[in-house]
């Protein structure tokens, strides 16, 4: 029975999200029902689940089958938790509980995250594509459960929720009352017809990044420099200068792309996600280049991390001064970040790298506030600020940002310890 | 409403009408011959030319215009003064090369790609250059054999095939170095010896046409430059009319102004760029070096085999190595002269008559330009040899295939200790 049951997935071809054209025309095509029917105004719960299932069924189909039963015993895993959480916050709230659920829901993360670097880069098996995406998910629910700001769930939603085909892979990371209220609700002809006017402009627009730039950075040009670099070797060439800048916008743009692909499907079913990214490379600072780069993510970072970290801070009076306080906070925070993109030397300077640059960038902004007054008392105009300066902090942070992106990408470690010509 | 719903999807159904279009339609002109195209494609050695059909059967059932296929590796981008290419054109010759290599291509690749310009080959003539050096122990390196493959390779193969011992090995030395291969069940099915079903063949159908389509629709973009950037330049170059020994005088001269910097006949920025650093590295590096025994052997039977299937008339042609060079490096001689005979025995007995054997020249000045490509004074003993193969009406060849040359017993048959005669 079991047997059978692995060898029919191992029969099934594997299909990755948003990943050929195959795949969109068949997703586009099962989604039409769903369209049509909200167009008049209905949602069709039961045709909607079924189409979603067979979606993530084949994402784990194939060679990864055994992500599939990791995903059904991680859901399981999760309910249990969240719903024995709610349980007891009906009625109770100590610390010690919130923070066990909250242990006990990112447990199976921690397993495969940390697994890789002591177990010599094989996989957990408890992983499984989208798991990082899916504990963020109902980490959140539990926070604000603690909070109080989550009062009532339902099962079936919870289970929609954790298990939204469009996101379930990498996002955007949406938040449980927001999407209850949109999949309970379906919205007015006038609102949907503003989706579907978005969704195709993503749709496009997402194919443009991911299928033409994305490629041309990522394939054109990142594998020769690659090579080239990898064969010049050394610390630093300029190779590995060109491997900067094509990494990171074939970061961008694949990201980008994958995100607005999630956020046009999840607008045909009339659920309105959060968008993802907003133009990050123009941000003047670094500050900003986090509320427009990878948005949904450092905005729950900022929710459930760094906000935590204060409260906990200011409540402790463990530090006097609140800029310290802030400082310490936005370095855990992304401290935190790099140790969720994976255990390795690489992610780990990167959080730390920006958690640094968010708290220069602070100390900056202050010493600018006190040298304005100081000017302004002395009777002299304040420092220059227009559009000049602002172009030299988008150069600045567009900099840093790409420097950031090659110590991200691990190139470096493959150029520096692991070159073997 | 109906308004804005076809302001939002009237876009996008015009869209997919073009993208249809392209798909089962295929460009307009997709028909006609269009010579800047092929020429341009014959010495563009892009591997997007390389991989795909369209420029290639263009060119090659171009009535008016012939051209040759030449399969062969990485010696076609040494594009000197004397490269086949531009001598072709130099001396109006009654037909230009088509190359059809590149730098790890190698026995199993030029076989599929034999299979996408099979109706273009039937009782017409080819020239083949095998290295040695694709006879290397460790198997075909299969990231360049997939860099190489596409699905039209694929679908041309599995229309093609009919079952034979060849076409299984084929598919399953296909699956070995390509496991995430196009259309792998069909592969596998051929690799197991069924017969593909009536379904299938219909799939196979639908496939290729969008293929060729979107073959004939996007191959024009990657052409390359080589023609006018590398070719005809050099074409100015040559002393006009033919004379033998004016062209030999002028590779003297280039070659003895380009290998300045090391005492190995080496061009000098190949032994700068490519050799650099490395160089104290080298020394006997190659000792233990054995093209003797390979399952290339296997695989030279795959084309050869396609090349009797489509009645080619075909010369092989035989490089050496930089003597000065593998004496350096420690290559054995003995051994590269046993693969040679390995080669030519499994040619010949199978009436592979046509052989141009330069393996020895390697010492010669001039002859190669760097370590193993030949080059000036080479690349005129190659046209010595090929072109009056070309440019005169042949004897059509009598082929008799041995299976036996699809073997293990091939692969690993050690032609130093034993006269290569002794095996049927």
Do not use: C
């Amino acid at each position: 029975m079991m047997q059978g049951l692995i060898q029919w997935l191992q029969s099934i071809p594997n299909w990755q999200p948003y990943g050929e054209p195959k795949y969109f025309a068949w997703l586009l095509a099962l989604l039409i029902p769903i369209v049509v029917a909200m167009f008049f105004g209905r949602r069709l719960k039961i045709y909607q689940s079924l189409v979603s299932l067979g979606f993530i069924v084949v994402m784990y189909t194939g060679a990864s089958y055994h992500q599939l039963f990791a995903l059904v015993a991680y859901v399981i895993w999760q309910t249990i938790i969240v719903f024995a959480y709610h349980a007891y916050r009906k009625n109770h709230d100590t610390f010690p509980v919130f923070a066990g659920a909250v242990f006990l829901a990112i447990l199976p993360l921690i397993f495969v995250k940390v697994t890789p670097a002591i177990d010599d880069g094989n996989n957990s098996l408890l992983g499984f594509l989208g798991i990082s995406y899916l504990t963020f998910r109902s980490v959140a629910m539990l926070m604000e459960m603690r909070d109080g700001v989550l009062k009532d769930i339902k099962l079936s939603t919870f289970l929609r929720f954790m298990l939204y085909m469009p996101t379930i892979s990498s996002g955007p990371i949406d938040r449980y009352r927001r999407f209850e209220e949109d999949y309970d609700n379906v919205p007015t002809r006038a609102e949907y017809l503003d989706l579907l006017e978005k969704s195709v402009w993503y749709l496009m627009l997402g194919f443009f990044y991911k299928y033409v730039l994305a490629y041309f950075f990522g394939t054109i040009l990142l594998v020769p420099l690659k090579a080239h670099a990898l064969a010049v070797g050394g610390w630093m060439n300029w190779s590995t200068v060109g491997v900067m800048y094509a990494y990171g916008f074939d970061l961008f743009f694949d990201f980008a792309g994958y995100s607005l692909f999630a956020v046009a499907i999840s607008y045909l079913m009339g659920i309105k996600i959060p968008m993802n990214f907003n133009q990050p490379f123009k941000s003047p600072n670094i500050k900003d280049f986090w509320n427009r780069w990878h948005i949904s993510l450092s905005f729950w970072f900022r929710d459930f991390v760094f906000m935590r970290i204060v409260f906990v801070l200011v409540k402790n009076k463990v530090f006097k001064n609140r800029n310290v306080t802030s400082s310490v906070a936005y370095i855990l925070n992304m401290l935190i970040m790099g140790f969720w993109h994976g255990v390795t030397w690489y992610y780990i300077s990167y959080g730390l790298l920006h958690g640094l640059a968010i708290v220069v960038n602070d100390a900056w902004l202050r010493k600018k506030k006190k040298i304005n007054k100081e000017r302004r008392l002395a009777g002299n105009p304040p420092l220059p600020s227009n559009k000049w300066t602002t172009a030299l902090g988008i150069v600045v942070t567009f900099q840093f940002v790409m420097i950031s992106f090659l110590l991200f990408s691990g190139f470096l470690d493959q150029l520096w310890f692991h070159n073997i010509k | 409403m109906l308004k804005r719903l076809a302001l939002i999807f009237g876009p996008v159904v015009v869209a997919a009408i073009l993208v249809l279009t392209v798909m089962f339609v295929g460009p307009i002109d997709k028909h006609k011959h269009n010579l800047a195209n092929e020429e341009q494609a014959a010495v563009s050695l892009s591997p997007t030319v390389f991989r795909q059909a369209y420029l290639k059967n263009m060119a090659l059932s171009d009535e008016d215009h012939r051209f040759v296929p030449f399969f062969g590796s990485s010696e076609w981008n040494r594009m000197d003064a004397f490269h086949p290419a531009v001598l072709a054109r130099a001396y109006h010759r009654n037909y230009q090369p088509f190359l059809l290599g590149q730098k790890g291509a190698e026995a199993l690749t030029q076989y599929f790609g034999m299979q996408q310009i099979m109706q273009n080959m039937h009782h017409k003539q080819a020239v083949f250059f095998v290295s040695p050096q694709w006879f290397t122990k460790a198997d075909q390196q299969s990231a360049a054999f997939q860099f190489y493959f596409s699905k039209s390779q694929a679908l041309a193969f599995l229309k093609n095939q009919t079952d034979t011992f060849a076409d299984r090995y084929a598919a399953k030395r296909l699956l070995a170095t390509y496991p995430n291969v196009p259309y792998r069940n069909l592969v596998q099915k051929v690799a197991d010896g069924q017969k593909l079903s009536n379904l299938d063949e219909k799939y196979l159908d639908f496939q290729g046409q969008v293929h060729a389509n979107e073959d004939a629709f996007f191959s024009r973009f990657d052409i390359g430059t080589n023609l006018k950037k590398r070719v005809l330049p050099k074409v100015k170059e040559l002393p006009q009319p033919y004379n033998a020994q004016a062209l030999d005088a002028k590779a003297v001269q280039l070659g003895e102004s380009q290998t300045r910097n090391n005492r190995f006949g080496i061009l000098d920025n190949f032994f700068t760029n490519r050799i650099g650093s490395s160089f104290p590295s080298l020394k006997n590096a190659q000792a233990h070096f054995n093209y003797t025994q390979s399952a290339e052997y296997s695989d030279f039977q795959l084309d050869l085999d396609q090349l009797a299937k489509t009645h080619t008339n075909v010369i092989f042609v035989i490089p050496p190595v930089n003597s000065k060079w593998a004496k350096y490096t420690g290559l054995n001689e003995n051994m590269y002269q046993a693969s040679v005979r390995k080669i030519k025995h499994q040619l010949t007995s199978q009436g592979f008559n046509n052989i141009l054997d330069l393996s020895r020249r390697g010492n010669e000045p001039y002859f190669m330009e760097d370590t193993i490509h030949l080059g000036w004074r080479g690349w005129l003993a190659f046209d010595k040899g090929v072109a009056p193969f070309l440019e005169h009406k042949q004897p059509a060849p009598v082929y008799h295939l041995n299976n036996h040359f699809i073997s293990e017993d091939w692969n690993n048959f050690d032609p130093i200790n034993n006269d290569v005669n002794t095996f049927k």
